[in-house]
């Protein structure tokens, strides 16, 4: 793209908690973008956002919202709204990068974490997908081990901030506090675990925990990987964390493993037990790296090790990987 151009960017469901987000991602990058229009439902039609120091409408978004041509629209407005509107955005010209999980394993759309696959970002045919949260974390840690040690197996155990759940999830927890009935969840998140996060499926998983198996495969392009997870929502207000254990078709040295985490792009090494030094969500939170600690042998296999992985879920999660797809977009790099 030119680099002389100043380019128009839509935010789909921006006064959400990833919208939102997405807003505070983009005034901290200072993109060459010259255009900003925000969009939600009926509901906050005529609300005023500020932002970059300018005072923007939020305006209902229709069939013809795309009809002024835009670069970029970024969509975090749930599945629906995705499925619905981005086929429309794209079809205007505009490169979208969907929040939702309505186009991830649609074997058309690259599915993009920047510091793992940034090549397939030009591979789109107008839409681009964001992967789930828990995924993004999670492959940002598996792919620097799998291209030295070929990973054979992965289990993952998760522990899900309720920001997960937008900003309901929060107020759940919030007035869970106070005694009051949780509107989101199905049972109380204060002062409890969830081991459902979505809805289950035929098999006995839950949706979460198929998107976390199948995006996994995709954005690693080992679809026969041999792998597992259980997500569970736990009474944290931000920052997913997740236990991974990995088994490796190569031997590997630990000393050399945590080396090839500690110089892998967009990960913060945080492993020192001696001082008790290791990720926690709430000194991860507002940040975009990916913190990974807690790393050990696994000595009931050959070649196995165990990770303990935190990440902000709704910026790197969602906001800010959105935000980078947007920018490899533009600087072509
Ligand atoms: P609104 O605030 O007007 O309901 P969250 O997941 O944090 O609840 O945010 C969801 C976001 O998606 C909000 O910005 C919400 O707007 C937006 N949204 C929900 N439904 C629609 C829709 N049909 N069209 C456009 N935006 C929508």
Not at 259 to 283: E, F, R, S
Request: proline share 5%.
């Amino acid at each position: 793209m030119n680099l002389d151009k100043k380019y128009k960017l839509a935010v789909v469901g921006a006064t959400g908690l990833v919208g939102s987000t997405v807003l505070k991602v983009l005034e901290e990058k200072n993109l060459p973008i010259l255009e900003y229009e925000f969009f939600a439902s009926e509901r906050s039609c005529g609300k005023t956002i500020s932002f970059m120091g300018k005072d923007y409408i939020v305006k209902k978004l229709d069939e013809s919202s795309f009809n002024n041509h835009f670069d970029f629209a970024i969509f975090s407005a749930g599945g629906d709204t995705s499925k619905k509107y981005s086929p429309i955005a794209a079809k205007s010209g505009c490169v979208v990068i969907d929040n939702s999980s309505a186009f991830r394993m649609d074997p058309c759309v690259p599915l993009v974490v920047p510091e793992v696959n940034s090549e397939e970002i030009f591979k789109h045919n107008g839409i681009i997908a964001n992967p789930n949260c828990s995924t993004i974390q999670a492959v940002v840690s598996l792919k620097p081990l799998d291209d030295r040690y070929n990973i054979k197996r992965v289990i993952y155990s998760t522990y899900q901030a309720v920001s997960g759940a937008g900003w309901k999830g929060i107020l759940d927890l919030e007035n869970g506090s106070k005694g009051l009935e949780p509107q989101k969840f199905n049972y109380p998140i204060f002062n409890n675990c969830l081991p459902q996060i979505d809805v289950f499926l035929d098999n006995g998983y839950t949706k979460e925990e198929e998107k976390m198996i199948n995006e996994t495969r995709k954005i690693l392009k080992k679809p026969d990987l041999k792998i597992t997870a259980t997500t569970v929502r736990v009474p944290v207000i931000n920052c997913h964390s997740e236990s991974i254990n990995i088994e490796f078709e190569k031997n590997f040295d630990l000393e050399e493993l945590k080396n090839i985490l500690q110089n892998a792009p967009g990960i913060i090494l945080q492993d020192d037990i001696k001082n008790c030094i290791y990720p926690l969500p709430t000194k991860v939170s507002n940040h975009d790296e990916v913190y990974v600690g807690r790393i050990r042998r696994d000595y009931s296999v050959t070649n196995g090790i165990n990770l303990w992985v935190v990440a902000d879920n709704i910026r790197k999660g969602a906001a800010s990987n959105a935000v980078q797809i947007v920018e490899k977009l533009i600087f072509k790099n």
